[in-house]
């Protein structure tokens, strides 16, 4: 018994330290993510202000998403910075009524490089009926939504395509999906997938870089809107991941 004690409390110990520095990994990660961004926006700013000269309105226009992305970039890279420290931080959320169906086309669009370097099309399946604007945090479920096909990105080949659908469920909910016909998640580790650092081990031997803290920061985000987050998925053929949103009065 005293035997045993000892062994787990040294177990435990071990754990602690390795969750330590993964945290410190994170936050080293994080800071250079934010001096690199920094310098981006930097630049992209000096062309907006035609510092090098005359741009015409199609390309002031890619200068500003630009811009605007890698802002948004920024402020996610603070919050994770701050999510890792305090094991109980708290993201503020701010509500207002928000279209579901354009906030998915605008995130799409901002992958337009990635899947087109990737040779891996995303196809939004738009519903059919018109979805009134609802009550969300945008930019929060950006993040959601990013956190998604980020991944589907990741774990899916040349060729194979990413479909996102939006509905209204039956019980009057938004409900997003986001599928794709990618590696899959095998069976053993699906009840670990939603845990904070967790990888499983198909997506460690892909050898991509991860944190597993996407679907982490991702369900807690969807959760705090009420919502439920869930998936189904197949080794080797393919995992579709959904949530909803409630519809608030
Ligand atoms: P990571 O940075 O590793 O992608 P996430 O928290 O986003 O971290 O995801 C956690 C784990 O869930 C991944 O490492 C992977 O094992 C699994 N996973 C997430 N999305 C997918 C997907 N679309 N297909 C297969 N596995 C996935």
Avoid at 41 to 70: P, R
């Amino acid at each position: 018994m005293e035997e045993e004690l000892k062994k787990l409390r040294e177990e435990n110990e071990t754990l602690r330290r390795l969750n330590a520095t993964k945290s410190d990994w994170i936050s080293i990660a994080a800071h250079q993510l934010r001096t690199s961004l920094a310098a981006i926006k930097w630049i992209l700013k000096m062309f907006l202000d035609k510092d090098f000269g005359a741009v015409n309105t199609e390309q002031e226009g890619f200068l500003k998403k630009a811009f605007e992305s890698t802002e948004r970039m920024t402020s996610l890279v603070n919050e994770m910075l701050s999510l890792n420290h305090t094991e109980d931080a708290t993201l503020n959320f701010t509500y207002t009524q928000n279209d579901i169906v354009e906030l998915v086309e605008s995130t799409i669009f901002d992958f337009t490089g990635e899947s087109h370097s990737k040779g891996i099309e995303i196809v939004f399946l738009k519903p059919t009926e018109k979805i009134a604007p609802a009550q969300f945090d945008v930019e929060k479920i950006r993040v959601v939504l990013q956190n998604l096909i980020e991944n589907a990105l990741k774990y899916s080949d040349h060729d194979d395509k990413i479909f996102i659908s939006v509905r209204i469920n039956d019980s009057k909910e938004i409900e997003v999906s986001v599928k794709d016909t990618g590696i899959g998640i095998p069976p053993t580790e699906k009840e670990q997938i939603f845990n904070k650092l967790f990888r499983a081990s198909n997506a460690k031997q892909r050898d991509e870089i991860g944190s597993g803290l996407g679907l982490y920061v991702t369900k807690y985000i969807v959760e705090k809107h009420g919502g439920r987050m869930w998936f189904e998925s197949e080794e080797r053929v393919g995992t579709t991941f959904f949530f909803t949103i409630p519809l608030r009065q």
